[in-house]
Structures are given as C-alpha cells and as structure tokens.
C-alpha cells in the first residue's frame, strides 16, 4: 500500500504544472558518463576521436512503478575547432504510463586559447532538439480513485480531463567550458556553466490548465585533477543545477589507477546534498569502460519513503589516438 501511495505523489509530481514544481530533468549519478546532459561544451572533449555511451538507471525502486532512465549519447573529436555530437535520452515510470523523452544534436567550439602557449582553452557548446513527452490515462492512478475503505479502485472513475496526450515541442540549450591545458602542472582546473530550455517550449497535459513553459535549467560545474604520481589522478569535483523550484547541490571525488597499459579502475563516491550518497567503481579495458553506481538515500529521504534507492549502469566505448596526440587535460576528468 505503501508504493501505491508513493506512486500517486510521484505522478502528480510529473503531470502537474512546471511552473508550480519546476519540471527538473533527469540526473545520472555517473554524469560523467554522459557530458552533453552537463554541458553541450563538452562535446568532443575527450581524449581519442569517437566516443559512444549508454546508461541506464532504475530509481525509486520501493515504488510499485519505479522511474527508470536510459540514454544514448555520441561525439566527435575532429581535426578542426568544431565538434558534433547527439544525444538521446528517455525517462519512463516502469508500466509505461509517462514517458519523457530528449533528442538532442551539439556542437562545441574549441578554438579560443590564450595565455602562455595557449595554456588556457574555453570551449562553447550549442545544443538543439526535440522534446517530447507522452503518457496512457489508461495506465495511471487518480487520488480520486481511493476509496477509504477498499482501498485503491482503478476501475473508478477520475475527474482528471487530459487535452493531450502527447506534446512534441523544440528546445534549445547554450554551454561554456573551461580547461587549464599545462601540460606539465600537477593541478589542472576545469568548469564551465550551461543553461537549457532557453527558449521556454510549452508544457501543457490539463485541460484548462493554462499554458505553462519549461523551466530553464541552470547548471554550473567544475573542480581539478590532482597528479599524484605521473599514473594516478584524484578528480574532486562538484556540480549545482537549478529548475524551477527544484535544485541539486553534489560534491565528488574519484580516482584512476592503472592496472597494465590497456586496463584501469576507476573508484569514487558522490554526494547530494539532502538526497543520497553514490558510491561507484568502473573498469576500463582497452576501449571499452563500464561503471556502476548505487545511490544510498540520505535519512531524511529514508524517513519520507523506504526503498528510494537507485542503481545504474553504463558502457563506454571510446577509439583512442596514439598517446602522444592526447592532451593530458584530458586524461584525468572523465567529460
């Protein structure tokens, strides 16, 4: 009983106004894994020339539908100051009844340096798409249908009116990036901000509800790698995102070591403020990574509802250049 009410306030927080909620878009844990949802900037920021990702995260597992999320996302380094990618992702409750989907192409720019040698490096990043969000009445669950008795009675009627129930709008982000590229220094900073939905598409599910809009969402993101011997790197980092009323304040710290010249692993911990604390490891051999986290809720989230954890997993495949073409800031944060 205690999922299904779970459920009910986790589909009102979905369907109803943005401009109440703030309709905040999903966060992987492993946001490293997938760079373009941080920053279009970060497109074609890595060290080899193609790059390819996929994640998937099931999340609120004590619910009877938990939330789960998976995504696609590939880029480009190239020869030139410009670099495409794209990016898919959709996020479902587990019987299908919401659906919410990105479709994204980017576009970095790397061509302004400045300092001795070109040390210092700001990349800019264009993001541009398709939103797209669905649900099936027939699959969800009105507050209307509980009965204090019987309890829960789907085949009661709702007074809940739909207008839609599907909406396809464009949507549009911007992104700056910043790397210190000495190549020699045993600290190296990098940071950036972006902002997405800048052009506010509609987003509107209840009759007579009004026209509401997407909330931009801002994000600001940076820290430093810490050479501590030439083959091992510590990698604090920290990421604030703001939507609406809605907010994510995280803090990291992760570390690489190499196995042999082909293998290495990967161990960290994220922490969200008031939310949870994500441990994770990942395993790179050859050109393919795979990485695992787990998020444990905090006690004020372990208070409100049991079993809100999460899980997810993700595969990269990265085609590396020959070591000597690859810029050493770009051998530590994993963007």
């Not at 999903?26 to 490293?32: A, G, R």
Request: with cysteine; proline share 5%; net charge positive.
């Amino acid at each position: 009983m205690r999922g299904k009410v779970v459920y009910i306030i986790l589909m009102g927080y979905l369907l109803t106004k943005s401009a109440a909620f703030g309709q905040l878009d999903p966060m992987t844990s492993q946001y490293f894994r997938f760079p373009m949802q941080v920053n279009p900037a970060l497109t074609g920021a890595f060290g080899g020339d193609v790059r390819a990702s996929a994640i998937h995260r099931n999340q609120w597992l004590g619910t009877i539908s938990p939330l789960q999320t998976a995504a696609f996302s590939a880029d480009l380094r190239t020869n030139s100051s410009f670099h495409p990618g794209m990016q898919v992702l959709q996020m479902q409750t587990g019987n299908g009844a919401f659906r919410y989907t990105q479709a994204y192409a980017t576009l970095a720019y790397d061509g302004i340096k400045f300092g001795t040698m070109g040390r210092h490096q700001v990349r800019v990043g264009f993001l541009a798409g398709i939103l797209n969000r669905s649900i099936q009445p027939g699959r969800l669950e009105f507050g209307d249908q509980w009965n204090q008795i019987t309890g829960f009675q789907p085949g009661n009627p709702t007074t809940e009116v739909f207008d839609r129930t599907s909406t396809l709008v464009p949507d549009v982000g911007f992104g700056l990036a910043y790397f210190d590229t000495k190549e020699d220094g045993v600290i190296q900073f990098f940071g950036g901000g972006s902002a997405f939905h800048i052009n506010r598409p509609e987003d509107r599910f209840m009759a007579g509800s009004g026209v509401n809009r997407v909330p931009i969402r801002w994000l600001a993101h940076g820290g430093f790698s810490w050479k501590m011997t030439p083959d091992v790197y510590i990698v604090p980092h920290a990421v604030w995102m703001r939507q609406g009323t809605a907010e994510v304040r995280m803090v990291g710290l992760y570390s690489m070591f190499p196995v042999n010249e082909t293998t290495e692993f990967m161990l960290g911990a994220n922490f969200r403020w008031r939310d949870a604390l994500v441990p994770y490891a990942g395993l790179t051999i050859g050109n393919f990574t795979m990485g695992v986290s787990y998020d444990i809720p905090a006690m004020t989230t372990r208070q409100a509802f049991q079993n809100t954890s999460a899980f997810e997993i993700t595969l990269s495949y990265m085609r590396k250049k020959s070591f000597a073409e690859v810029p050493s800031y770009m051998r530590c944060p994993r963007f």
